[in-house]
């Protein structure tokens, strides 16, 4: 730190976070910051997958069929080549799919998460500041949505969506009808929980006050009410985000999700399933032990976030 | 322990006598209709053979024996077929069956409705002699004629005019979910996509062979889970065996696999007619698989031995024609195949003006064939690698068939399985020149045409001597292979596993025969 003099309006707001509760309590949660860790290693090697990844496996062309089904650390009987995890029956190695494959799986998460956050926020927002018949409409829509499973919903809008997209497109555009999907069948928790939060906060006197000084309802719901619903928010983003990256993987595995030449762990999982009674178990597990501890450590993060936020808990 | 012991004589009293002649089966493709005259495929085709029974039949060694006739000789000097019907057989709802029906089912098989009216080509009539008596006419002299119609199923005519079904309709009608043959089976409830269940057909004519008295099939798309379901006793036996699992299966007490090399070829398919590529990025008013120097390429492209050996686990076998080396009339003289050469291919392609290669799209079946999916992408994989990028789309085969009827792919994957186990089949129906009214080459998507195959295929039809026709199959072959009009790469191999107490008999052309099923 003292080599790295740091301005004083950074100096400060990083003093104030180290300085906080929030931080006091993760020193103190040997859950959160294993589980931190874990993601940050899981994240960082999703996203510089091209210089880590031995063979770029989204590449047909770099592909040999001989090397398929080597298992893990034994070199192949006809090519010579050895893997660290094997490689799965196309010949792609599992190592390097499952590193491309884990960018599919987070990018989808969080793209997904997002969508739906930015969609649950702004209609959870209009319905609680607004209320009338465009909060019943809304919050009906999300209770009668709410009675169907998420992963029900997701493959009915992936379906539909799949249907308008021309076959031509379909593999570039499967990911982002993955993220739509997803988004869709997720953005009633925020809706409910900004729209419960909102109808507090507009009661209360400084929503009173910016009214009153002739703010437009649009500014007082972003710049005032927004700031103080977020910290719910901020845990329902993060729990949906192992939820999201599980839905995908449950897409991917049913096969309506990821195409096979552009593997997400879940697709990864499915090719490994076929594989399993006649003895190549590598295919299968390496890719569910990594959708297992991603969801697992991203899942715990958001339990231990929901905790510390909550001032009961305390 | 008392109680214990109590539950188990209460199974071991119950569950055999319950269970003993029930047996539950499972394919990957349901049967799409149960028309059979709608959908000339193996799944329906196979499946239907134990609710329909055709004039005549396979026997387990694939010869032709007799099953609604009785017997057939040819007219005068091979102006037509007389067949000699069975007396005294009845539908499943007790009609009587008499050459009415026979006519009947001419007339509906060969109608512009019906896929399987090619098979009627060499037909120029049907005559009914007297009620159990029919003369079925030729345009010219046609020595394998009963050898094509195994597969003609006869359809009660009373029945078919009462239920509004007396043409097939592709969208669906009586017929296509409700049947009434004289087979040995008849359906008692049919559950598209979830079960079938049959029941042995009382009246039957034949000497029953079985000893089932319930049998119900049920389609299972994922062949791991087929196979779960088969190690645990849930279904006797399931069709197929995922390749890779044969080694392991075999050391299982409890199972057994049957393991055959099938009558069906394995190939790729091309656009020749088409102007231009379908779902090419860049290549949008040209269609290189129109030059037969691409279309060679690919073949060249293509590591066969390598599919063979990873993705099919060594159960295939290659080959270099439309029909397998155990067909009636196999070429032995052909010469020149392309065999997997990386340059060679490269340089076709840069010699057809595509040196820097082009895109493309690729369909496949995912449930059809052995792996479909899998040596798809094999192959989208090889042909990346000499500069054809293929985008691969693999789809069940219920979309599939529509999907390369309506000219919506660049290259295809196809299987095909003579049904007369003859190498003038294939001809007929995919390298003649698509013509509706002759009923030839209807499932020739890409509208391959060549003169002298054209011209050939007659005189392959009439042709009486061994010899002459043999060197005339040759000849076509050899053209099909020098034109690169398909690309052949396997013959799939037969892989059925059941249940170690269950007795049956595979048939080369992969139709699984109920009546030939004993359940110990």
């Not at chain 2, 079938?196 to 008295?213: F, Q, R």
């Amino acid at each position: 730190m003292t080599d790295m003099p740091l301005k004083p309006a950074q100096q400060s707001r990083l003093r104030i976070f180290l300085d906080s509760d929030i931080f006091y309590m993760f020193k103190k949660s040997p859950v959160a910051i294993l589980s931190t860790i874990v993601v940050a290693i899981l994240v960082l090697s999703a996203v510089f997958a091209p210089l880590i990844a031995p063979t770029n496996p989204f590449d047909p062309a770099s592909l040999n069929l001989m090397n398929g089904f080597t298992g893990p650390m034994t070199p192949n009987a006809f090519t010579g080549d050895s893997f660290l995890l094997g490689t799965d029956d196309q010949g792609r190695d599992v190592f390097s799919t499952i590193l491309y494959g884990m960018r599919v799986s987070l990018f989808v998460g969080v793209a997904a998460v997002l969508f739906a956050m930015v969609l649950g926020i702004t209609l959870g927002l209009i319905s609680g500041y607004v209320g009338g018949w465009t909060e019943t409409i809304i919050m009906r829509t999300a209770d009668v949505q709410l009675t169907f499973p998420s992963i029900l919903v997701a493959m009915l809008i992936f379906g539909v969506a799949k249907g308008f997209t021309p076959v031509e497109y379909r593999d570039q555009m499967a990911i982002w009808v993955l993220i739509l999907a997803i988004g869709l069948s997720d953005w009633v928790q925020f809706a409910r929980v900004v729209r419960g939060a909102t109808l507090v906060e507009k009661r209360k006197e400084y929503v009173e006050a910016a009214r009153l000084i002739g703010r437009t309802p649009f500014a007082i719901m972003l710049r005032h009410i927004l700031p103080n619903v977020l910290s719910p928010v901020l845990v329902i983003a993060t729990i949906s985000l192992a939820l999201a990256i599980i839905a995908e993987a449950t897409l991917s595995f049913l096969g309506v999700g990821a195409p096979a030449t552009q593997p997400s762990l879940g697709t990864l999982i499915r090719i490994g399933q076929g594989f399993l009674f006649s003895g190549e178990w590598w295919i299968l597990l390496f890719p569910a032990v990594t959708l297992l501890v991603l969801a697992l450590s991203v899942n715990l993060l958001g339990d231990w976030l929901r905790d510390a936020l909550n001032p009961r808990l305390r | 322990m008392l109680r214990k012991l109590s539950y188990a004589a209460l199974i071991a009293a119950f569950a055999p006598a319950a269970y003993a002649e029930e047996f539950t089966w499972a394919v990957t493709t349901d049967p799409q209709t149960m028309d059979p005259h709608a959908v000339n495929s193996a799944p329906v085709l196979g499946f239907l053979n134990n609710v329909y029974e055709g004039l005549v039949r396979r026997g387990q060694d694939m010869a032709i024996e007799p099953a609604l006739a009785t017997s057939w000789e040819l007219i005068g000097a091979g102006e037509g077929w007389r067949f000699n019907l069975r007396e005294g057989v009845t539908f499943q709802d007790g009609a009587a069956f008499t050459a009415q029906d026979v006519l009947f089912s001419y007339e509906r098989a060969a109608s512009e409705e019906a896929d399987t009216s090619s098979w009627f080509s060499p037909v120029s009539e049907v005559v009914v002699v007297d009620d159990f008596t029919v003369d079925i006419m030729t345009t010219s002299p046609n020595p394998i004629f009963p050898d094509s119609i195994a597969n003609w199923m006869i359809m009660d005519s009373g029945w078919a005019e009462a239920n509004d079904a007396v043409r097939p309709n592709p969208d669906g009608n009586y017929a296509t979910l409700n049947t009434n043959g004289t087979g040995a089976f008849s359906i008692t409830n049919r559950e598209p996509g979830l079960r079938t269940v049959l029941e042995p057909h009382a009246d039957w004519w034949g000497e029953a062979a079985h000893n089932i008295t319930r049998a119900e099939l049920t389609p299972i798309q994922n062949p791991a889970t087929a196979l779960a379901a088969l190690l645990s006793g849930d279904v006797d036996f399931i069709n197929p065996v995922p390749v890779q699992d044969v080694a392991r299966l075999k050391n299982h007490a409890n199972v057994k696999v049957i393991q055959g090399i099938e009558a069906r070829v394995i190939m790729l398919g091309f656009p020749h007619e088409a102007e231009a590529l379908k779902y090419s990025a860049e290549t949008t008013q040209a269609n290189p698989f129109a030059d037969p120097r691409v279309r060679r390429a690919v073949a060249h492209a293509i590591n066969v031995p390598a599919i063979l050996q990873t993705t099919m686990r060594g159960t295939a076998e290659a080959v270099n024609q439309l029909v397998s080396p155990a067909m009636r009339g196999y070429s032995d003289t052909l010469g020149g195949e392309a065999v997997f050469d990386q340059a060679a291919a490269r340089g076709l392609l840069a010699e057809a003006g595509y040196a820097d290669g082009f895109s493309f799209g690729l369909k496949c079946p995912n449930d059809r064939y052995l792996n479909d999916e899998a040596v798809c992408q094999a192959i989208t994989a090889m042909l990346a690698q000499v500069g054809m990028r293929a985008t691969l789309d693999a789809m069940p085969v219920q979309n599939y068939w529509p999907e390369l009827r309506a000219d919506n792919y660049d290259m295809y994957l196809l299987g095909w399985s003579p049904g007369t186990f003859d190498a003038e089949h294939p001809i007929r129906f995919l390298a003649s020149t698509p013509n509706e009214e002759k009923r030839l080459g209807s499932w020739n998507f890409g509208g391959y045409s060549n003169a002298r195959v054209d011209e050939l295929l007659p005189i392959i039809q009439s042709e009486v001597d061994d010899l002459k026709r043999q060197a005339m199959l040759d000849e076509v072959a050899q053209i099909l292979q020098d034109e690169t009009a398909y690309v052949p790469l396997y013959v799939q191999p037969l892989v059925w596993g059941a249940r170690a107490n269950i007795d049956l008999v595979q048939r080369p052309d992969n139709f699984f025969i109920l009546r030939w099923v004993t359940v110990n």
